[in-house]
């Protein structure tokens, strides 16, 4: 009763100070019998409070060992295999001896070392990627919690906003930027004349394996919020929605008259230039412009004065016939 009792308090200590990658992959029997012959050199005692305690300083928190265990998903086998590789070997040699508290910090030491060599060769995964989608393959391995730690990005993807012009070709691409699984499928749906994320105004227009939805003419029935849903094994991984709106054609051939117009009535005749490009003309540059007004200018002047000289001439001989 006295031995169920001392081991049941090992148990316990162990759970409680053990919150680390030994404890997501050592069993509990396995670090008993590894701590049962600890002693305590300085007092001549067998201490396993004291072992765990090593234990939990070499292993759970020390921040190299958690970082090499940060791989990618369904590489926490292969950490169990790693760490069982230094510690199983020890288990027997140590199984019901005593040793001294030297020579179980030296050795855990170096069974550390070893496994945060072997295991940081391991896969590492390429994070997260925002603002959403549930990503697999950007969770990773946490060994304070033994579990594998999710981006916790929320399904649904921003609106993008579409502006077409009635007539025109529109596509939309359901695409992210992290891996998708092989067996993907995908669902478009369509929320007609409004812009929503509601998933209860949706319709389902297709479904397969495109992650393209074309409209080759577009018109004013087009107008609404698209939303692309990709599934794998009946999950949904992500979704993302479009909002599609149609300007009538008589209305933009309109609005490109008006501009014309409003371009016809600026300075030297420049364009309004784009974003980030200079302005151009659709009249001469403006040195031949300034030499066409200079040439007329001086054309009118030397027109004035041979009107004026012919009128001088044409009163000096009215005035010699009156003689």
Not at 247 to 269: K, N, R
Not at 282 to 295: E, K, N, R, S, V
Not at 296 to 323: P, R
Request: charged share 20%; hydrophobic share 40%; aromatic share 8%.
């Amino acid at each position: 009763m006295c031995a169920f009792v001392v081991c049941l308090a090992c148990v316990s200590l162990l759970l409680r100070t053990s919150l680390g990658c030994f404890r997501c992959f050592v069993d509990v029997s396995d670090g008993l019998q590894l701590c049962w012959g600890h002693m305590l050199t300085e007092h001549n005692v067998r201490n396993v409070d004291s072992c765990f305690e090593m234990v939990d300083r070499i292993f759970n928190n020390n921040e190299r060992v958690i970082e090499a265990g940060r791989v990618g998903e369904g590489y926490d086998k292969q950490l169990k295999k790693l760490l069982n590789a230094e510690i199983l070997p020890m288990v027997e040699e140590f199984h019901e001896k005593t040793n001294a508290d030297t020579v179980y910090e030296e050795r855990l030491q170096t069974a550390a070392d070893n496994f945060i060599a072997a295991a940081s060769k391991l896969p590492r995964v390429s994070g997260c990627f925002p603002p959403c989608g549930f990503q697999i393959v950007g969770a990773v391995y946490n060994c304070i919690t033994c579990k594998y730690d999710s981006c916790e990005f929320p399904l649904d993807c921003p609106i993008k906003e579409i502006n077409a012009t009635e007539n025109s070709s529109n596509q939309m691409w359901c695409e992210v930027p992290f891996h998708l699984p092989d067996d993907i499928e995908v669902v478009w749906r369509v929320a007609e004349e409004v812009k929503t994320q509601q998933v209860n105004d949706f319709k389902e227009v297709t479904a397969g394996s495109d992650r393209l939805y074309s409209i080759p003419s577009t018109s004013l029935q087009h107008q609404g919020t698209y939303q692309c849903e990709i599934y794998s094994d009946k999950r949904s991984i992500v979704r993302l929605y479009f909002h599609l709106s149609v300007t009538p054609q008589v209305l933009a051939g309109h609005t490109d008259l008006q501009e014309i117009f409003d371009l016809s009535l600026l300075p030297g005749g420049q364009l309004l230039p784009a974003p980030g490009s200079t302005p151009r003309s659709i009249l001469l540059p403006l040195p031949l412009l300034l030499t066409a007004c200079l040439t007329t200018s001086l054309l009118l002047l030397f027109l004035s004065l041979g009107i004026l000289y012919k009128d001088e001439n044409e009163e000096a001989d009215e005035d010699g016939d009156v003689f």
